[in-house]
T-cell receptor
Framework: SQQGEEDPQALSIQEGENATMNCSYK?????LQWYRQNSGRGLVHLIL?????REKHSGRLRVTLDTSKKSSSLLITASRAADTASYFC?????????????FGSGTRLQVQP | GAVVSQHPSWVICKSGTSVKIECRSL??????MFWYRQFPKQSLMLMAT?????????EQGVEKDKFLINHASLTLSTLTVTSAHPEDSSFYIC?????????????FGQGTRLTVV
């Protein structure tokens, strides 16, 4: 079953603006990952944050993790049209030895040029 | 980074026929691969876990006789959709993690768009 929820489901912004996506999960985690999916394509890994980390940066990406609230956020700063894609958070399924990933419902980001 | 190659990227088949999708890890050994299914504008749902040299583990509600999985080597898993029907039309994606990969990223194939007519 689907592990977590993301909001918003869809987000449309102008180039140069920041985009924030939120994710909630249900089980205990060792880490949480964010992935990007261009339309009709596979997933590309963006960033992994461990359970003992609260914030992590990678280029224009900033991820936060609040394990007490079982939530995470992904911030994309200074967005570009090329950032248009769907973004998913993912956590490892405990019942698969933490190998299979379960994904949030995803946020479809549209960046208008 | 590691590469997972999935083939074909798209396929159209007639109802009642079978379709085989291949997933290869190109530069690492994957004892475990995962098959996901994705409907339009929805998230990925795990179908099954493919284990090298043993039977696949299927998620609840996934018919193992319809979605045959074979993982005969450390670099290749195949998913065969048998007797396909229009409702099987979907986007199928495979994934693999390396042997040590509990705290590392997963690598995904490019996906296969299956259309059953």
């Amino acid at each position: 079953s689907q592990q977590g929820e993301e909001d918003p489901q869809a987000l449309s912004i102008q180039e140069g603006e920041n985009a924030t996506m939120n994710c909630s999960y249900k089980t205990s985690i060792n880490n949480l990952q964010w992935y990007r999916q261009n339309s009709g394509r596979g997933l590309v890994h963006l960033i992994l944050i461990r359970s003992n980390e609260r914030e992590k940066h990678s280029g224009r990406l900033r991820v936060t993790l609040d394990t007490s609230k079982k939530s995470s956020s992904l911030l994309i700063t200074a967005s570009r049209a090329a950032d248009t894609a769907s973004y998913f958070c993912a956590t490892a399924r405990p019942d698969t030895g933490r190998r299979a990933l379960t994904f949030g419902s995803g946020t479809r980001l549209q960046v208008q040029p | 980074g590691a590469v997972v190659s999935q083939h074909p990227s798209w396929v159209i088949c007639k109802s009642g026929t079978s379709v085989k999708i291949e997933c290869r890890s190109l530069d690492f050994q994957a004892t475990t691969m995962f098959w996901y299914r994705q409907f339009p504008k929805q998230s990925l749902m795990l179908m099954a876990t493919s284990n090298e040299g043993s039977k696949a583990t299927y998620e609840q509600g996934v018919e193992k006789d319809k979605f045959l999985i074979n993982h005969a080597s450390l670099t290749l898993s195949t998913l065969t959709v048998t007797s396909a029907h229009p409702e099987d039309s979907s986007f199928y994606i495979c994934s693999a993690r390396d042997r040590e990969g509990l705290n590392t990223e997963a690598f995904f194939g490019q996906g296969t768009r299956l259309t059953v007519v």
